[in-house]
């Protein structure tokens, strides 16, 4: 890692000194610290300008340690807009789902919105990747509950960013709410029953691969009950009030897709009831 410090004074920027230094995943605050005794700074100088160096590398995950604040205006525009996102989070899967958000979770997912926020606001990068549309249909049929919680805050708070960076910010929100929440706290459940007549072990093979389907909050069953909304055998069971999927034959890639397909329709089906 190659630490530079700058100074500007209206469009001059004077180069001051670099260090390389070798870290790992993480950046020790030691490291930081002994970087900036290489300058004759002031107590008070020496001090903002380490914690500004910690808050880059809070906001990019290579430290858990958040620095002591720094006067600078747009921290509060961070902790307002991480709050206030959090808060209707809150206030949608409770209206809604009737969910009961467990603050382990909850905590975790605040801690990794108030980051993205802080690189939006405080370290701003030129966007060159994600900002097409068109993937986000995905997210819309596999993680529809925090799609749709997104698009209606969008809608109603996300107003001053143009569509490119509108759309960067919703990737980055997605992919913090996908693996700090875990969907099976909101999402319903699919109940799937799998029963072959080829044996346990090729019954238990199946049902291994369609728990690969982890975004769909799936449980398997080993009997039909009323709460079955998908039937996968080999053999097809008369007045079923359920899906049924019949494979004669071990599945194909084209038979896995076809099951994604139909898992993602009864999700939606579910959302509607």
Known sequence: MNFFRIQAEETLVDFISSQTVLVSETVPEETI???????????????????????????????DQLPAE????????????????????????????QVQ???????????????????????????????????????????????????????KNIKSIDLINKIALMYDYLFAFITS?????????????VDFSRGANYSEYIKNNVLRFKSMN????????EDTQLFISDFLMPNLQCETVVWKEPPSHADWQLLGDLLVKIRRSSEVK
């Not at 700074?41 to 380490?50: A, G, K, R």
């Not at 097409?132 to 997210?139: A, I």
């Not at 799936?218 to 009950?225: A, K, P, S, V, Y």
Request: proline share 4%.
């Open 33 to 63: 610290n002994n970087f900036f005794t290489l300058f004759d700074l002031s107590d008070e100088n020496s001090f903002q300008e380490i914690n500004y160096a910690n808050l880059f590398f809070y906001a990019e995950k290579m430290t």
């Open 218 to 225: 799936i449980i398997i069953q080993t009997t039909l009950t």
């Open 101 to 155: 958000l467990e603050e382990h979770y909850f905590a975790k997912t605040e801690t990794e919105i108030y980051r993205i926020n802080l690189k939006w606001e405080i370290f701003p990068t030129p966007v060159n990747s994600f900002i097409s549309e068109n993937q986000l249909s995905y997210f819309s049929e596999v993680y529809p509950e925090y799609y749709q919680f997104l698009t209606n805050y969008f809608e």
């Open 181 to 193: 929440f875990p969907i099976g706290e909101i999402s319903s459940k699919i109940y799937i029953c």
């Open 70 to 97: 720094l006067p600078h205006a747009n921290l509060k525009n961070v902790k307002k807009n991480t709050t206030q996102l959090m808060k209707h989070f809150n206030f949608f899967f409770n209206d809604k789902y």
